[in-house]
């Protein structure tokens, strides 16, 4: 009823109650009960913006799950990408090369404010919508691409952060020792956050030709 209730594909004014309240729906499946976000329904971490308005973020309804994208950032790339998930993308299992079992979907991100630790400059994960838009300029400063979107990079994309930082568009969670993967196959696996980083990348991508082995 949702679904059919919203204008996928299609822009939305979410200037509008009615668009809004839908957008700020809480679905229960979509997220995970390890976050502490006390408000789903208005997630503010991960506000999207009014198209036109980059200073106007509007608060909707809160994801922990993100569409894995690559191995490499999305900003200012609008074209056919690595992973399972790009702007406009239809991916079909005959493309995933490297098999369904060795290709990540979709993996966590939290909205938790992390305790500060030493060193570490950045402390907030972003979490995810379960709605997004698509980013229209190039560094959108409101990040909305990685509302819906994510990816494993040194430094500002390891899992649940690298020694000195923790930033907003990470895979992670507040489960002890790693996140849930859900693979093209279906099946979820627990995934270490000490998991070899260029291994976790191999297997963001679905078509690189690595054989990861066991992980």
Not at 115 to 137: F, L
Not at 159 to 182: C, F, K, L, M, Y
Request: hydrophobic content about 35%; aromatic content about 8%.
């Amino acid at each position: 009823p949702l679904y059919s209730s919203l204008s996928v594909g299609n822009l939305m004014d979410i200037t509008t109650p009615a668009s809004l309240e839908l957008l700020r729906t809480v679905i229960p499946t979509y997220l995970c009960p390890s976050d502490s976000n006390r408000n789903p329904s208005q997630n503010t971490a991960a506000a999207i913006r009014i198209r036109n308005l980059p200073a106007t973020p509007v608060p909707i309804g809160s994801s922990n799950y993100i569409a894995v994208s690559g191995a490499s950032d999305i900003n200012c790339f609008f074209g056919e990408r690595e992973g399972m998930f790009f702007v406009n993308s239809n991916i079909r299992i005959r493309d995933l090369i490297d098999g369904t079992t060795n290709t990540w979907m979709v993996f966590e991100r939290d909205t938790n404010l992390m305790p500060p630790r030493p060193g570490v400059a950045i402390e907030q994960h972003m979490g995810a919508n379960w709605a997004g838009t698509s980013a229209p300029n190039c560094f959108d400063p409101n990040y909305d691409m990685y509302k819906v979107l994510g990816y494993v990079v040194p430094l500002y994309g390891e899992i649940n952060g690298s020694p000195t930082r923790i930033d907003r568009r990470e895979a992670a969670s507040q489960h002890v020792g790693g996140i849930q993967v859900a693979l093209a196959d279906g099946s979820v696996r627990f995934v270490s956050e000490n998991i070899n980083l260029s291994l976790a990348q191999s297997l963001c991508r679905r078509k690189d030709g690595v054989v990861p082995g066991e992980w």
